[in-house]
């Protein structure tokens, strides 16, 4: 299974022209384009062509052009130019505006430049936002209200995260109606290739490019500077791109981008706008088909035809990008991702769409040199994971679940913000139990319940009756039901053949499964001393906390102070064949969910069956796995987090021989394993 790269507008593939192109510069155009013999000379005669054909292709006209190492530095130098200006003309003794102006979906190189080279060269000015309209557009009647002060305005031809583009000539309109004399620049990076730019006949003074965004490598980029606007170089040294850039130039790149600039030039290699709208439509058809209740955050006929921003109720990015991801379509969240936590889309919120969207949003982009088969491809794995993820019942509640399949067992964790409910089901009987209900947990709780056709049986909890209510009435309000059963006079629940018995401990109850499983909520294993001493949990009672910390389970006897270090779990993607040879029964095990498993059709090495036990399943499973101490297991998940919080489980527990794959099956596709090969 081939990847499918749907993620162009954060970076794209080289065209092979231009890898062409690189190369020949390398092995052959080796000179530099500043040396005076003859290898120098064709060195920068080929410059010379590039510049020519890019100065032809955006209408350069009597403005300059300088090759440059990308878009950021493009925008530092054009920042640093317009405030330089602005300080000599403020210390001439001119008025100068007291704003800096940016667009609100601009990419973070615009403000973050802004409030540097503000403070650096000690103008001070205030560094605003102009705020965007809820199609992401400029908001023309604040520009209009601030243009008068602004001594900068930084907007961008098409916003990255959601494809809209901007209205320039409505700007550049609205400049010359109110005289302003504000320095203008427009990031014209995702515009590359996909918008008929002429730049010399615009009131535009700076314009940056980044090659990488249309199939020419990182590192290279240029940036335009009209005819008369101020200009102060970034880099000072041999004086190379007459003086504005100085650094020996980047030939293999500039090579690079001018085979990209011939292809767009012949017109034939890179598909039409109506083209690349029909590849559009054809992708929505297929994500309303996989994810019902999909909404999309940017306004299909203001928007570049390569850009979808889009959530889906109930899901989170991270859950869309390891689905996406498992069936290998790559995409990317279209918010920032902290460590812990995904943030919010600036992008979005500024366009105020609801902060769930904002925080759940998935942008899926492609780039004009795309072709119908792989739309088509796209489009069949996009479906597979909207199939992957209804038979795994964690679609919430709105959307409808596919009933074929039938309940299974199983102890399930769900986690959110490092709480955690637990939920027993048992399929003989089709009913379950839920365990210290979260509020935030209910919907996918209740979808689950739903669509696995489970009856509930009770809700019950650890922790003094304080703290029940609200998740309690959300759930059973959810379900619409009334009342649930509850625990009989002698503290048992019958759950199919199973029987959960409640205990005291102190002040909390804690729930019993036979004596494998315990459901313990806060307490420390320490206080189970007096059921240890009763006989009613034993050494290796699977203990399930209702705190996520991250270690899924522990048993009383856990070493905390035996925990292995990570490296030492750790198996190379490329050691795991040697490995398996020399452990013919170990199990490897997939530890994502269920849907991303089957969203990349089941993976197969050597013979070795995988298992797929995702992470929220995982404490049902130990202790069957703890039986065979010496048995290894080599967990492995997309990018080795999770795989490595199970290895470090079982390992805590007294397993062995717990192993994960080092790098998850990025690592295992990038070094072209075997076990990263789907069936
Ligand atoms: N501006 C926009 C709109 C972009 O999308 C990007 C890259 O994501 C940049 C600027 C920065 O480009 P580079 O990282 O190539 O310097």
């Known amino acids: 299974m081939k990847e499918i790269y749907l993620d162009s507008n954060a970076t794209t593939c080289v065209l092979p022209a231009a890898v062409a192109a ?21 060195a920068k005669a080929m410059m010379d062509g590039v510049r020519q054909r890019v100065s032809g292709l955006l209408g350069v ?5 300088m090759f440059n190492s990308g878009a950021t530095e493009g925008i530092q130098t054009a920042v640093l130019s317009a405030l330089c200006a602005l300080r000599e003309r403020r210390d001439a003794g001119k008025r100068i505006g007291s704003l800096l102006l940016y667009g609100a979906t601009e990419h973070k190189a615009v403000p973050e430049s802004l409030a540097h080279w503000n403070r650096l060269l000690g103008l001070n000015l205030e560094v605003r936002k102009l705020p965007v309209d809820a199609q992401g557009r400029h908001d023309l009647q604040a520009l209009d209200a601030l243009i008068g002060d602004a001594a900068m305005l930084c907007t961008m031809a098409a916003n990255n995260e959601t494809g809209v583009v901007s209205d320039l000539s409505a700007i550049a309109q609205l400049l010359q109606e109110r005289g302003a004399d504000a320095y203008w620049m427009v990031d014209c990076v995702q515009a590359l290739g996909k918008l008929k730019l002429n730049l010399a006949a615009t009131r535009i003074d700076y314009a940056p490019f980044s090659g990488h965004k249309l199939y020419a490598p990182k590192g290279i980029g240029m940036l335009y500077v009209r005819a008369g606007a101020p200009f102060t170089p970034l880099m000072m040294g041999g004086g190379q791109e007459a003086g504005l850039r100085s650094g020996t130039e980047n030939m293999a790149g500039i090579a690079a981008l001018g085979a990209v600039l011939a292809a767009l030039d012949d017109g034939k290699t890179f598909r039409s706008h109506a083209d690349l709208a029909a590849f559009r439509e054809q992708l ?12 999309f955050n940017m306004p299909f006929d203001l928007s570049l035809p390569t850009t979808l921003n889009f959530s889906v109720p109930g899901l989170s990015s991270k859950e869309l990008l390891d689905l996406f991801d ?6 990317s969240s279209g918010s920032a991702c ?33 072709d119908a088969a792989t739309v088509t ?7 597979r994971c909207g199939a992957a993820l209804r038979r795994s019942c964690l679609l919430p509640s709105a959307l409808a679940p596919s009933p074929q399949d039938g309940a299974q067992d199983g102890i399930i964790q769900l986690s959110v913000d490092g709480q955690c409910t637990w939920l027993l089901s048992d399929a003989a009987s089709a009913s379950c139990v839920v365990i210290d209900p979260v509020a935030a947990l209910v919907p996918r709780l209740a979808a689950f319940i739903r669509c696995q056709h489970l009856t509930l049986r009770a809700i019950v909890h650890t922790a003094p009756p304080a703290d029940h209510g609200v998740a309690r009435l959300a759930l059973l309000q959810e379900l619409a039901i009334e009342q649930v059963g509850r625990i009989d006079i002698d503290g048992e629940l019958a759950l199919g053949q199973q029987r959960l018995r409640r205990v005291e401990c102190g002040e909390n109850h804690v729930y019993l499964l036979g004596q494998c499983f315990a459901f313990v909520g806060a307490l420390a294993p320490e206080a189970l001393t007096p059921l240890l001493d009763a006989a009613l949990v034993t050494q290796d009672t699977v203990l399930c906390a209702s705190g996520d910390d991250g270690g899924i389970c522990r048993t009383v ?20 064949p040697v490995f398996l040879r020399q452990h013919p029964d170990a199990i490897l095990v997939d530890v994502r969910e269920a849907y991303e498993h089957a969203a990349c059709a089941g993976t197969v090495f050597e013979g070795c069956e995988v298992r797929s036990v995702p992470l929220s399943r995982l404490a049902g499973q130990v202790a069957e796995w703890l039986q065979q101490p010496q048995r290894p297991l080599v967990f492995f998940c997309r990018s080795g987090n999770r795989s490595a919080r199970a290895a470090a489980c079982l390992r805590r527990l007294g397993h062995g021989a717990a192993w994960q794959l080092n790098g998850g099956m990025a690592m295992a596709e990038a070094t072209r394993h075997p076990l990263a090969i789907a069936a």
């Open 377 to 383: 491809a796209a489009c069949a794995r996009i479906e």
């Open 557 to 576: 006897s856990t070493v905390r102070d035996g925990i292995v270090p990570s490296a030492e779990l750790q198996l190379d993607a490329a050691a795991l």
């Open 326 to 331: 498992a069936a290998r379509v790559r995409v």
């Open 338 to 370: 902290s460590a812990a936590k995904a943030l919010p889309s600036y992008v979005l919120e500024a366009m105020h769409v609801p902060q769930w969207r904002a925080s759940s949003a998935i942008r899926l982009s492609f780039g004009p040199l795309i």
């Open 284 to 295: 929505v058809a297929s994500l309303e088909r996989a994810f019902p209740g999909i909404v």
């Open 22 to 42: 690189a190369r020949q510069a390398m092995e052959q155009g080796y000179g530099n384009p500043s040396s005076t013999h003859a290898t120098g000379l064709q």
């Open 61 to 65: 006209g009597d403005g300059r052009l």
